[in-house]
């Protein structure tokens, strides 16, 4: 029994960001990852290694930031906590000091790299005869070339392999640090003591070192391709505002400021051809806008007093003064933007998994590389004993390069990177075509995708009905009737109370004092004023209030049902005083998004709360075969659990408003119209932005799309590494012949990665190709 005297303390949450630098692996990752998890108070962390930033959720109570920042540079991964105002107005211009700080490190890796496979390649003139440059091909040339370069170029790569071997959280540089030491220690013993008979080859790590600065740019450069589009998105915010003040707004030309500073209700100028820097309400002045950015319509839209716009759409016709309602980090635009980043740390199932290997491949790999030694050392060379003479060498320097080709061979990137990049590449694809995609667990969950379910009003339909008819059984007269029912839907968000509303505001009627409002979701109101109650709903809210409809009225509503058309009932106390009638017409594109979904194979249902004969007018008219009317709220999500438990697939349901949150919860997969609830919106794993259902089919197959490349990307890691590393063990030395040396096996490692980058930016081109063929075959 808990006490009422001493409850217990609720847990207060939140969730920050943090910049992690040094990360060069999944195996970075994860024991990023796994620091950050092992500290007291945190909750969860999501690390993602191409935009190196950790997204962790923590008990505020407990856990400082900036400790585990420090704790996270301490081990070699320098981080910074992410404050998300100055990050809001500063992040273009950190982002333009990154790509800075990138290009310059590109540079310096390019030249490096060709510097040292220049001059790792003279030592090997002698296998075409020249010998001309004696200075060049002498072998103390060679181990001062070798040991500049492991000193300057290759110095922080062997201090970070070094390091995370110390700390035993080895990466790709442990790897790669072992390879190229024990190639340089090898060569040293073989120099300073040549009656061993060893074989010296200074220019091996030389030009491993090269091969690996080569594909890092190269990588590096495939990776930047990747995030441009994320990039695109943030540079499309507007950056300064004119405000002006409320009194003689005519005659104040505004003093320009950042956008980001314009406070809510305040009055913004903006001129012909400008963006609009807040989300507002026009105050004066008509327009047309630009508005492709947000719902990829290519026509301008008419904008007149009262209409609202949006951040980051283009003012194309006249100039007009509006009042701010979202500024900064809360207009749509950026919410688009923070929704897209915080998408890229949202990994897929499958990543997880890819970490969790990834985390264990070094000691794997490093394993690996010692038994390959022990078995050439041991055994390999004693039983093919003729290798030896056949490629003149010793039994230790061929067991060592054969151990050094697994250690530099093997590719942890390529496995980290083969969710991260497709996941980067689809999400930021998806926001360029009017989808908000949040994460990579949401596309995963579309590959057993079965059944969606929509609901009908504001989703099938427009969602803004309008009222046909208002008929009254008593002395009361029509605008009476309206003026009270808006007075009791001020409670209430549904598209039906909004229609009600606007249509009382045309006609300037006074809201009534009413109390005791009580909104019964998807059913309907009710409300007291003085000592009379007042009703307004469906069928079944009056019924439960005992409430009688004459059988001749039931009868006519019936008709008007069957015509697509929605009532709703007023009453007084116990008597029926008078019904609305509405009509709401389903989107164009609603018939052609439902066919198209069955011709994929999915089992399409529609569910509304409206009665079973309107429900059933629209399913019929859009081709549904499976339908359901007269549902509450909770009747929607009992129904997606049934669905679900009839079928072991994911069960997808798309909604706009309050009442369809409670399903979109139920279902495993939720997508959202644009114009919907802000709790649809946020349960939702996609929005649609551009607010078109056809939208819903372009977002599945997109989903389809990124996971076959996180699936091909996955598949290549694993058969590279699976293929490669018994190659550069030996496996085909006896019979075929074949040894790698330890520069060419650096190299098809960096191949491996650069393949899994441009195997995600292929994703961009393949979802265009898509579209065009769907529109020349819809044409």
Request: a neutral charge; aromatic letters at 6%.
């Amino acid at each position: 029994m808990v006490s009422l005297l001493n409850p217990p303390e609720s847990k207060i949450t939140d969730t920050i960001t943090i910049d992690v630098n040094g990360m060069k692996c999944a195996g970075c990752v994860k024991a990023v990852e796994r620091q950050i998890i092992q500290h007291k108070g945190i909750i969860s962390a999501n690390v993602n290694l191409i935009t190196s930033v950790a997204l962790i959720e923590y008990e505020s109570s407990i856990v400082q930031p900036e400790t585990l920042a420090k704790k996270l540079t301490a081990v070699g991964f320098p981080s910074q906590v992410r404050v998300i105002d100055d990050d809001f107005e500063n992040h273009q211009e950190k982002i333009q000091e990154k790509r800075r700080l990138e290009r310059k490190t590109q540079e310096y890796q390019l030249i490096s790299a060709i510097f040292l496979l220049i001059f790792s390649s003279i030592g090997h003139l002698h296998h075409l005869g020249i010998h001309s440059l004696h200075w060049l091909t002498n072998i103390w040339f060679h181990w001062g070339l070798a040991t500049a370069s492991l000193l300057i170029p290759g110095r922080e790569i062997l201090l970070n392999g070094w390091q995370g071997l110390w700390q035993r959280k080895p990466n790709m540089n442990s790897l790669v640090g072992l390879g190229t030491t024990c190639a340089y220690l090898a060569s040293c013993v073989a120099l300073i003591y040549p009656s061993l008979g060893w074989e010296c080859f200074f220019d091996e790590p030389v030009m491993l070192l090269g091969f690996i600065f080569l594909g890092r740019v190269l990588e590096s450069r495939a990776r930047s391709r990747a995030i441009e589009s994320l990039e695109d998105l943030l540079s499309i915010r507007p950056q300064f505002a004119r405000l002006i003040g409320k009194i003689n707004s005519n005659q104040d030309q505004g003093l320009e400021i950042p956008a980001v500073q314009v406070k809510p209700q305040e009055w913004v100028r903006v001129l012909s051809g400008e963006q609009f820097p807040v989300d507002g309400i026009i105050i004066e002045g008509e327009t047309t806008v630009d508005e492709s950015l947000l719902t990829g319509e290519s026509l301008p839209v008419f904008k007149k007093k009262g209409d609202k716009v949006s951040a980051g759409t283009i003012n194309h016709s006249g100039m007009i003064i509006l009042e701010a309602v979202k500024t900064g980090k809360n207009t749509v635009l950026s919410q688009i933007i923070n929704t897209v980043e915080n998408a890229q740390t949202r990994k897929a199932p499958v990543q997880k998994l890819a970490d969790t290997v990834s985390g264990y491949f070094t000691y794997t790999i490093i394993s690996i590389a010692l038994l390959v030694f022990c078995f050439w050392y041991f055994w390999g060379t004693q039983i093919w004993s003729n290798l030896l003479l056949e490629l003149h060498t010793s039994r230790m320097i061929l067991s060592l390069k054969l151990a050094i080709d697994v250690l530099v061979i093997a590719c942890p990137c390529a496995l980290g990177l083969a969710t991260p990049t497709a996941i980067l590449v689809g999400t930021t694809t998806g926001a360029e075509n009017g989808l908000l995609i949040k994460g990579g667990d949401v596309l995963e969950q579309v590959k057993n995708l079965s059944t969606i379910v929509f609901d009908k009003t504001g989703t099938l339909t427009q969602g803004y009905p309008e009222i046909i008819e208002i008929i009254p059984f008593c002395s009361l007269s029509e605008t009476e009737i309206l003026q009270i029912a808006a007075s009791l839907e001020i409670v209430t968000n549904h598209p039906l109370a909004k229609a009600i509303v606007n249509k009382s505001q045309q006609l300037t009627l006074d809201t009534l004092p009413m109390e005791s409002l009580t909104n019964c979701a998807g059913r309907g109101v009710k409300g007291k004023i003085g000592e009379d109650w007042f009703y307004l709903g469906n069928r079944s809210w009056l019924d439960d209030h005992n409430i009688k409809i004459d059988p001749t009225i039931i009868f006519q509503n019936e008709q008007r049902a069957v015509e697509g058309k929605i009532v709703v009932y007023l009453a007084k106390n116990s008597v029926l005083m008078g019904l609305m009638t509405f009509s709401d017409k389903t989107r164009p594109d609603a018939q052609s998004t439902v066919k198209t979904l069955e011709n994929m194979g999915l089992d399409v249902i529609m569910m509304s709360g409206d009665q079973p004969l309107t429900a059933q007018y629209i399913a019929q008219k859009l081709g549904i075969k499976t339908y359901y009317g007269g549902l509450t709220p909770s009747d929607k999500s009992d129904l997606i659990t049934k669905i679900q438990q009839q079928s072991e697939n994911i069960v997808a349901m798309v909604g706009d408003g309050v009442n369809d949150a409670p399903a979109m919860m139920t279902a495993q997969f939720a997508i959202a119209m644009n114009q919907g609830s802000e709790v649809a919106i946020k349960t939702a794993g996609i929005v649609l932005t551009r607010g078109k259902l056809k939208d819903v089919v372009t977002a599945i197959n997109l989903s389809k799309l990124t996971l076959r490349k996180i699936q091909q990307n996955l598949f290549w890691a694993l058969s590279y590494n699976l293929i490669a590393i018994p190659i550069a063990g030996g496996s085909l030395l006896r019979y075929h012949h074949i040894l790698l040396n330890p520069a060419s096996a650096g190299a098809l490692m960096a191949v491996s990665s650069i393949i899994v980058v441009t195997n995600s930016l292929l994703l961009k081109y393949q979802f265009r190709q898509m579209e065009n063929s769907k529109l020349t075959h819809n044409t």
